[in-house]
């Protein structure tokens, strides 16, 4: 019996390409297992997004060469956004002499033919796919929970924001066709699956690459009238795409979540655009503002990135005016980090750490007690809430999301795990709601 033992780091997208790797390997009889050090197949799933997540794997495969001076046996497969860098990959494979394997993004169908390769050949086996026009259809994902999913609708990215490296390791944007993209839900509606996620760099821009253009919006209609599927969601949404059709599904289709993610990443115009980012501070906040408007209860979160190249205290103080007038109820905030081969690697003024620490404290500072607001305007509130799990310390603490995406803990029973239930938020906390089922 061969166990394999898969870490994932990076966003949503490579989660669910983790369910698909472990699908992949259950179908030729390997067993997940939780303890690396059983494992006779380690897979690292990388992220190339800054500089940190580099690092953390770099350390983390280090560490795996005494399990595998103890296990010659043993197999190291790296696969990931990191990997689909020529660069990276080389530095990796020279300073990393044990691993056997290394696949990319668009392979993962090929996994059981490469791991047969090197067990038949003993070798190094490296295969990554940079066409990235072909769209693998033909796997299945085995998820990590029945009531909810991530079903991917596109992949790639086009639009090269010029601290971004995703567009460099996932290749060009291009969209699943709809009818694929509805038989998965309806699937997964049949066997119990609540909540859908929808994945895509830029989902705004869904449908552009396919013959029969289909705009987002509609793709969201067509997901709405599926039955057994209570909740929609999706990740990410791109400013200078999102348009008027966009807030009419949020009024139209009950089963869209009333939750936005929006990134921004800076307020000041000239960062906005030496980022490539295609929008002003003002358009930003005008269609905020809409949304706000006609959605009220709607829950609006971001991306923000600080100490871009060049950016000044006068930038920075334009994003702290944009947060307290976007009043977000949260954001991701992040440290700028240089990703070679990208265009804001090549500028020159790069921002001392020291700077760019201070200020994303004082982001944070601002951005606390706006998301402590927003929660406190639930107090008292009844909210249906998706029962995810249990507390890792006390069973029958139990933990779930709003509609609005907002975390809740209450007590319960464990059997309510895949459940909507009502729950009256009895107390709010800057990052999580307390209730209980009423
Ligand atoms: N496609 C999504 C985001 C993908 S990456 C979108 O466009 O919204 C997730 C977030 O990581 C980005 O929104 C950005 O805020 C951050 N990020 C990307 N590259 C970065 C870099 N070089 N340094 C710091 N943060 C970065
Ligand atoms: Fe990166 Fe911009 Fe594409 Fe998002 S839209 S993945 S930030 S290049
Ligand atoms: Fe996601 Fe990181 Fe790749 S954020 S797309 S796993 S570079």
Redesign the pocket.
């Known amino acids: 019996m061969m166990k394999f033992h898969i870490s994932t780091?990076?966003?949503q997208?490579?989660e669910h390409d983790t369910e698909k790797i472990i699908w992949v390997l259950e179908k030729i009889g390997y067993y997940q297992t939780e303890n690396r050090h059983e494992a006779d197949l380690i897979i690292f799933n990388?992220?190339?997004?800054r500089k940190t997540?580099e690092d953390r794997v770099f350390g983390q495969l280090g560490e795996l060469q005494e399990l595998k001076r103890r296990n010659p046996d043993l197999i190291i497969a790296v696969c990931?956004?990191l990997m689909q860098k020529d660069d990276i990959r080389e530095y990796f494979l020279s300073k990393h002499k044990h691993i056997d394997i290394v696949f990319g993004?668009n392979n993962i169908h090929k996994l059981p033919q490469l791991i047969d390769r090197h067990l038949r050949t003993n070798e190094k086996i490296v295969d990554v796919i940079e066409d990235t026009r072909e769209i693998s259809e033909n796997i299945d994902s085995n998820r990590k929970y029945s009531y909810k999913a991530f079903v991917d609708i596109m992949y790639g990215c086009n639009n090269f924001c010029s601290y971004c490296?995703?567009p460099y390791?996932?290749g060009r944007e291009r969209s699943r066709e709809p009818e694929s993209i509805v038989r998965e839900v309806e699937n997964l509606a049949k066997t119990g699956c609540k909540e859908v996620t929808l994945l895509g760099?830029n989902v705004n821009s869904y449908g552009k690459t396919l013959d029969n253009k289909i705009s987002f919006s509609q793709l969201l209609s067509l997901l709405n009238d599926i039955d057994g599927i209570e909740r929609i969601r999706f990740m990410t949404s791109h400013p200078k795409d999102f348009s008027d059709d966009l807030i009419d599904a949020y009024k139209n289709l009950e089963k869209l979540c009333n939750h936005l993610h929006l990134p921004v990443q800076s307020g000041s115009n000239r960062i906005l655009k030496l980022m490539n980012r295609q929008y002003t501070k003002e358009q930003y906040l005008e269609k905020i503002y809409k949304i706000r408007e006609l959605i009220p209860e709607i829950t609006i979160t971001t991306d923000i990135i600080v100490g871009f190249p060049g950016e000044t205290e006068q930038d920075f103080l334009e994003t702290l005016d944009l947060v307290e007038k976007a009043k977000f109820d949260s954001a991701f905030t992040f440290l700028y980090s240089i990703r070679e081969g990208t265009n804001a690697a090549k500028m020159s003024d790069q921002v001392p750490d020291d700077v760019k620490h201070d200020r994303f404290q004082r982001l944070l500072d601002t951005l606390y007690p706006i998301g402590l607001e927003s929660n406190r305007k639930l107090l008292n509130s009844i909210q249906k809430v998706l029962v995810e799990e249990t507390s890792k310390t006390d069973d029958n603490i139990l933990s779930g999301r709003t509609e609005s995406n907002k975390l809740v803990h209450f007590l319960g029973n464990k059997n309510l795990i895949g459940e909507i239930v009502n729950i009256k938020i009895n107390n709010v906390k800057t990052f999580t709601l307390e209730g209980e089922i009423v």
């Open positions: 780091f990076g966003c997208m490579n990388t992220c190339a997004v997540a990931g956004c993004t490296i995703v390791t996932r760099q």
